[in-house]
């Protein structure tokens, strides 16, 4: 009980000081706009945006909803599509040489760019922005996985093998919890990913989500409502990177276990 309220106190101050630098950078991008009485539609005060968030919050709900809902379908089929791509590629090393510098080049091609023929192929409905999601989401998972499952410890392999262990035991076992570190730090990644991803596919073209919601507040110059809105896109990838954080301390249990042992 005691080490478990030593931790949170440790992390609370771990954190103090970032907290305290974005407290002071609040005050003076607030009393800048005070001080030189900037119009909101040039730069709004931070008072001033938490304002319109107040007031715009119920018409933001469902948008926030549907990017939301965007995001995590993109997500999860992204990591369904690169751990089946990646182990098939770990399976196979001779398609892990033909095919990776082609997943790295595929990174190079704008989004905004190919966005206009997913619109064309599938409609302005839930599909497009989907592959958009799956797109972006889709690198930092394959390599990650790929790394992590080619990094695994050879001494641990041979013991495995030394133990007669089959090859599907030696990646249960030993290749796949070696890899999920590295899974883990991508699946972060693409988690901020996802939710740009879908508020650039709402962004150039959709009916609702926060990237239509953001457009209709930038084509009537009303400043305070696209912070408000950009607000509400961090705060909505923070709350995904925290799930998958959570759901990192739950699978890799026995590392964080490890290093409070240590600590």
Not at 43 to 54: C, D, R
Not at 129 to 143: I, M, S, T, Y
Not at 151 to 162: E, K, S, V, Y
Not at 220 to 232: E, G, H
Request: one cysteine or more; hydrophobic letters at 55%.
């Amino acid at each position: 009980m005691r080490r478990s309220a030593s931790t949170v106190t440790n992390r609370i101050r771990d954190r103090l000081p970032s907290m305290a630098a974005g407290l002071l950078f609040i005050l003076l991008w607030e009393a800048f706009c005070r001080l030189l009485g900037l119009a909101e539609y040039i730069l709004p005060a931070p008072s001033a945006i938490i304002a319109a968030l107040v007031r715009q919050f119920d018409l933001m709900l469902p948008h926030i909803g549907v990017t939301l809902f965007t995001a995590m379908s993109g997500f999860i089929l992204s990591l369904l599509v690169a751990a089946f791509f990646s182990l098939i590629m770990d399976l196979f090393p001779v398609l892990r040489r033909a095919l990776y510098p082609y997943i790295v080049v595929s990174q190079t091609i704008p989004i905004i760019f190919i966005y206009p023929l997913f619109l064309i192929w599938f409609g302005f409905g839930l599909t497009a922005k989907v592959v958009v999601v799956v797109l972006v989401c889709f690198f930092p998972v394959a390599v990650s996985l790929i790394d992590g499952l080619q990094n695994t410890d050879p001494d641990l392999i041979d013991l495995f093998r030394g133990m007669r262990a089959k090859p599907l035991q030696i990646f249960l076992q030993v290749r796949l919890p070696g890899a999920l570190p590295n899974l883990f730090s991508g699946l972060r990644i693409a988690a901020t990913y996802s939710v740009m991803g879908a508020v650039i596919g709402e962004w150039l073209g959709a009916q609702t989500g926060m990237g239509v919601y953001m457009m209709r507040s930038y084509k009537t110059f009303n400043t305070p409502r696209v912070f408000a809105a950009i607000l509400v896109v961090v705060i909505v990838s923070l709350m995904v990177v925290t799930a998958v954080s959570l759901a990192e301390r739950f699978f890799l249990s026995w590392k964080y276990a490890n290093l409070r042992s240590k600590s």
